[in-house]
């Protein structure tokens, strides 16, 4: 499976699209600020959000 990146402006609907094409598609969606953002928006460390995002490429996130 070819993985698919949406790109937009902050409030642009990027979640609530891709969340709809997975849905009819059944296919995973998983949003980067799951991994960028800890509770009451802390910022992730960037080695720790590294390592997510390439575990989540991998398909083991």
């Known amino acids: ?32 600020d799951d991994l960028l953002w800890q509770p009451a928006w802390r910022p992730t460390p960037e080695a720790v959000f590294a390592w997510r995002y390439d575990a989540l490429l991998a398909g083991e996130y």
Do not use: E, F, I, Y
């Open 1 to 32: 499976m070819t993985p698919v990146t949406v790109v937009g402006n902050a409030d642009g609907g990027k979640s609530r699209l891709s969340l709809t094409l997975g849905q009819r598609l059944g296919l995973p969606c998983h949003a980067l």
